[in-house]
C-alpha cells in the first residue's frame, strides 16, 4: 500500500513539474537565445561571426537548423563551435525548438518579400 501511494505521488509530482515547465515562442528563444550573433532582423553580426539568416529560404534555414539540432554542427564547417556551444545552452534552458518551427519564424519574419 505504501508503495503504491508512494508511487501515485512520485507520479503526480512528474505530471505536475512538466504542466508547470514554460513553453517558449519562437520569437522568445529567436530574441533571446539568437539575435545577439544573428542580428535583431537575422542581419548577421559580423562582430560575433554570425552569419545572417534573413537571405536564406525556408527550406536552407530548415536543413542548417536540423544538423544543428541533430549532429551538434553544421553543415557549412567553420566557426561552428560557437554554435553548438550556444545549442546546448539554449536546450539547458528549456528552450528547445523544432528546426521546421523556428525556420518558419525566421524566413516568415525578416526575409524580404
Known amino acids: 500500500m505504501q508503495k503504491l501511494l508512494l508511487k501515485t505521488v512520485l507520479f503526480l509530482a512528474l505530471v505536475a513539474s512538466y504542466s508547470m515547465a514554460k513553453t517558449y515562442s519562437m520569437a522568445e528563444i529567436y530574441n533571446g537565445a539568437c539575435a545577439l550573433c544573428h542580428g535583431k532582423n537575422a542581419e548577421g553580426n559580423p562582430e560575433k561571426k554570425g552569419p545572417a539568416l534573413n537571405n536564406l529560404s525556408e527550406n536552407e534555414l530548415v536543413y542548417e537548423l536540423f544538423n544543428l539540432t541533430v549532429s551538434g554542427s553544421q553543415s557549412s564547417g567553420s566557426e561552428h ?33
Open 81 to 113: 563551435e560557437i554554435m553548438e556551444h550556444n545549442q546546448k545552452k539554449i536546450e539547458e534552458k528549456g528552450m528547445s525548438y523544432h528546426p521546421d518551427d523556428m525556420a518558419r519564424y525566421i524566413y516568415t519574419t525578416f526575409n524580404p518579400k
